[in-house]
T-cell receptor
């Protein structure tokens, strides 16, 4: 079945260091979404990418959608303690409906 | 607007007991979903609904039933709870935008 994998599973950085998580799908995606889940919280939508090669920025966060629309990345510049949480990518299933397949997530820990 | 709400927030069940989790949204969304989240396994779709009166199976539907009698409510039932159903359950809604809005979650422990 359709799978979405993320690496790394976990990363611990010092505040101010950069962080990147990678998302790889077994199938071509029409779009990809990114969510953030704070510890003890619920997933919150960050962004959606639709076009091949698309790059979007939100302050210190840069999101990229691969040319083949099978992979994506999230890069955080100069991490802060507020960036702590788990980041999930998610892509629609190939059933033509708004179901998402979520990646396994990358848990980010930032030490001050 | 409250967004997506879930009740209860926490619950402990004994094996074999039944319970119903309630999800409510006030955003007039057509689509609603139930996920479970287990450590290291991300979010897995249990059941979903594309509108009032409709339901469909997701990735891990066994042991669960759902109902959507009203557009704003989506109920998840466990008829005979098992320890393997210990998890955090999230409800979400969407449409017309693709973005899914999640509720705060229900932490369920089955002993």
């Amino acid at each position: 079945g359709q799978q979405v994998m993320q690496i790394p599973q976990y990363q611990h950085v010092q505040e101010g260091e950069d962080f990147t998580t990678y998302c790889n799908s077994s199938t071509t995606l029409s779009n990809i979404q990114w969510y953030k889940q704070r510890p003890g919280g619920h997933p919150v939508f960050l962004i959606q990418l639709v076009k091949s090669g698309e790059v979007k920025k939100q302050k210190r966060l840069t999101f990229q959608f691969g040319e083949a629309k099978k992979n994506s990345s999230l890069h955080i510049t100069a991490t802060q303690t507020t960036d702590v949480g788990t980041y999930f990518c998610a892509g629609p299933t190939n059933t033509g409906f708004q179901k998402l397949v979520f990646g396994t997530g990358t848990r980010l820990l930032v030490s001050p | 607007n409250a967004g997506v709400t879930q009740t209860p927030k926490f619950r402990v069940l004994k094996t074999g007991q039944s319970m119903t989790l309630l999800c409510a949204q006030d955003m007039n969304h057509e689509y609603m979903y139930w996920y479970r989240q287990d450590p290291g396994m991300g979010l897995r779709l249990i059941h979903y609904s594309v509108g009032e009166g409709t339901t469909a199976k997701g990735e891990v539907p066994d042991g669960y039933n759902v109902s959507r009698l009203k557009k704003q409510n989506f109920l998840l039932g466990l008829e005979s709870a098992a320890p393997s159903q210990t998890s955090v359950y999230f409800c979400a809604s969407s449409y017309p935008s693709n973005e899914q809005f999640f509720g705060p979650g229900t932490r369920l422990t089955v002993l």
